[in-house]
């Protein structure tokens, strides 16, 4: 309202001199938020523990500069006065791409009122402490008042954006643009069909013996392996490095300078590894990132489900499948020979898939692995539409785990408490993009093998050249140019679907369990 009552400054000025001034000021706003991920990367790396108080204030300021300036009214009349022009370029061009996102940015930021803002992050940050203390007491009471307090804040944020046909709707699409609670929920439950069958003939087999993974390794051994392995894959360690950190994350200063960190265990030979090749995805993608669009909101990845797919892939679809680990086995067992030396590939290979119903979703197999995060993507809806009241959320969560699962966690340490997500960012929204991303790795990857079926060659000699190539020029390069549903159906020719992932985990894994997994459930049974 503020914006169209004020006179029109730019009505002088050429559409490029305006666009250039717009290029100008998100360039200000991206080094703003760089220096906030220096300052946060910092605090956890390398930061000593006196200077967390400070470190909260500079990240705050720092923060607060960049929020004020992607939400200034004079970035607001700026895009405002470019839209006409915006609509008179091709409508894949850079710029006119670049005015489009600006301006929907623009105007979701601008709905959600700074005291909000500024109230949300504190209350999420005290949250989150009490949570880091609560977890390990396995004290849930201590965190009632605090998780009602998100589910508040998750409620109010909505409401800004209202009318919406469900709750959850403004939420998702902060995370996964374009989606829907409607588009989400038939997603998932596609896949609970498919999955709950599958895990339940996997379940009854024998579990696979994990005992190699076990052990005495050396942390810089593990590091070193990690890294080469990192460097064949293609992460461009003259614009990216590894450190180490309590909880592993990829981060972004600058379209040259995209890090990841990685933490240890010295008693586990992969638990470091494969968080390594997960957040290597991640920062390969943000590289791979066309130049043209660096310094600007298009110059990042689609949405966190499509990142999600690019961590998943290289971790999982292609480091853990046998192609990769018979190249690698000899090296590993090099590198760990007095611990590996009557290990076969196979045995390894069966042990780092080892599919098991556990408690603990970070820690989960591929298979099961959704099956937890349809548990709380079910429970945040009910707690969002006042279905589910929060001081009934541990017994609510026990339950799903008996009957989606077949476990029960002993305690709330392992049960509700065990994510971060609800009690520091918020409720809603977060988990469903642990799985699109599941779901488009394997689309991706199909994609890939179409235009070149000898990428599983490839990859068994320790090749991965055309498999980034072709994901680089598909995928990586448009970065946020287009909306994440369009970014899917360019790259992969098709809207995001789960039968590749089905096709993916029924081969996968009825090959490692020896049992006739390759079709749908229902023609099994004809057959
Ligand atoms: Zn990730």
């Not at 690019?310 to 292609?318: C, F, G, I, P």
């Not at 069966?350 to 591929?366: F, P, S």
């Not at 408490?417 to 790795?441: E, K, R």
């Not at 009825?510 to 079709?519: A, C, F, I, K, M």
């Amino acid at each position: 309202m503020a914006r169209a009552s004020l006179p029109v400054r730019n009505a002088k000025r050429s559409p490029e001199q305006m666009l250039k001034e717009l290029r100008q000021r998100l360039r200000e706003i991206r080094d703003l938020s760089g220096a906030a991920a220096v300052l946060n990367w910092d605090q956890s790396t390398y930061m000593p523990p006196g200077g967390a108080a400070a470190r909260a204030r500079q990240y705050a300021v720092v923060s607060k500069l960049a929020h004020e300036r992607m939400t200034s009214a004079a970035l607001g009349r700026l895009v405002d006065a470019l839209a006409p022009y915006g609509e008179t370029l091709p409508a894949d061009s850079d710029d006119a791409r670049l005015i489009a996102v600006v301006r929907r940015d623009f105007e979701k930021a601008a709905k959600v009122p700074a005291r909000y803002v500024a109230r949300a992050s504190a209350i999420g940050a005290a949250s989150y402490d009490a949570w880091t203390r609560a977890r390990p007491a396995n004290d849930f009471s201590a965190m009632q008042s605090w998780l009602q307090q998100m589910v508040d804040l998750s409620r109010e944020y909505a409401s800004y954006f209202a009318p919406y046909a469900h709750i959850s709707d403004p939420l998702i699409d902060d995370t996964d643009e374009g989606m829907t609670y409607a588009s989400v929920r038939a997603l998932l439950a596609a896949l609970r069909t498919e999955l709950v069958p599958l895990v339940r003939a996997v379940c009854e087999e024998p579990l696979a013996d994990t005992t190699c993974l076990h052990g005495d390794f050396a942390p810089d051994s593990q590091v070193a392996f990690g890294l080469s392995i990192t460097r064949a894959f293609g992460y461009d360690l003259n614009r990216g490095r590894l450190d180490r950190s309590p909880h592993p994350f990829c981060t972004k200063f600058s379209a040259d300078d995209v890090r990841i960190t990685t933490r240890i265990r010295p008693d586990e030979l992969t638990y470091s590894l494969f968080s390594i090749l997960h957040e290597a995805g991640h920062a390969m993608y943000e590289q791979g990132v066309a130049q043209e669009l660096a310094d600007t909101p298009l110059g990042q990845g689609a949405s966190i489900g499509v990142h999600e797919s690019q961590s998943r892939l290289w971790e999982n679809v292609v480091g853990r499948s046998f192609h990769f680990w018979d190249h690698y086995f000899p090296e590993l067992q090099s590198r760990f020979s007095r611990q590996l030396a009557s290990t076969s590939v196979e045995t390894f290979y069966r042990a780092i898939n080892k599919v098991e119903r556990t408690l603990i979703r970070t820690e989960a197999d591929e298979l099961t692995y959704n099956l937890h995060i349809i548990i709380r993507f079910e429970l945040e809806t009910e707690l969002l539409e006042g279905k589910l009241a929060v001081k009934d959320l541990p017994e609510a969560w026990r339950a799903r785990y008996e009957s989606d699962l077949g476990v029960v966690p002993p305690d709330d340490r392992d049960g509700c408490l065990q994510d971060v997500h609800w009690y520091g960012n918020g409720v809603g929204a977060a988990f469903p993009s642990y799985t699109i991303g599941n779901v488009l790795s394997a689309q991706f990857y199909a994609a890939a093998l179409r235009a070149h079926p000898d990428i599983p060659q490839q990859i068994r000699a320790g090749e991965f050249g055309v498999l980034h190539g072709w994901l680089r020029e598909n995928l990586y390069r448009s970065g946020r140019k287009f909306m994440p549903a369009k970014t899917v159906q360019r790259a992969s020719g098709e809207p995001i679907s789960i039968k590749p992932y089905m096709e993916y985990l029924r081969k996968k894994y009825g090959e490692l369990y020896r049992l006739p997994l390759s079709s749908a459930p229902a023609e099994r049974t004809r057959a």
